[in-house]
Nanobody, 129 residues
Framework: EVQLQAFGGGLVQAGGALRLSCVASGISLDKYAIGWFRQAPGKEREGVACISSVEVPGDTYYADSVKGRFTISSDNAKNTVYLQMNSLKPEDTAVYYC????????????????????WGQGTLVTVSA
């Protein structure tokens, strides 16, 4: 059984930083893409960042809205994927979810987000102005 646990959200001022963690069980990270998605109130879910070693070790994808500010990484020994979020903006406020997609490459987040089948619970990130 695939289980994903996301945590690390909180309240931070604009310009601050947070690190989210997604702990995976029941899967091997070298066979899955792990993506971070977010959903703000009244908005559609957005793919934020993805990492996959299915084809290229440590391949990553970032949405334009977070490039240069967010960094996704993985620790396969801990089966954990991290999302380091720097220079946070109020518009980054959302519930953040991690999700797993078997056999996907990182850009799959943009072109086939529906292929991420397994989801963790969300963690709320609130950025105050």
């Amino acid at each position: 059984e695939v289980q994903l646990q996301a945590f690390g959200g909180g309240l931070v001022q604009a310009g601050g930083a947070l690190r989210l963690s997604c702990v995976a069980s029941g899967i091997s990270l070298d066979k899955y893409a792990i993506g971070w998605f977010r959903q703000a109130p009244g908005k559609e879910r957005e793919g934020v960042a993805c990492i996959s070693s299915v084809e290229v070790p440590g391949d990553t994808y970032y949405a334009d809205s977070v490039k240069g500010r967010f960094t996704i990484s993985s620790d396969n020994a801990k089966n954990t994927v991290y999302l380091q979020m720097n220079s946070l903006k109020p518009e980054d406020t959302a519930v953040y979810y991690c999700a797993a997609g078997w056999g996907l490459i990182a850009p799959a987040m943009r072109i086939m987000p529906s292929q991420f089948d397994d989801w963790g619970q969300g963690t709320l990130v609130t950025v105050s102005a």
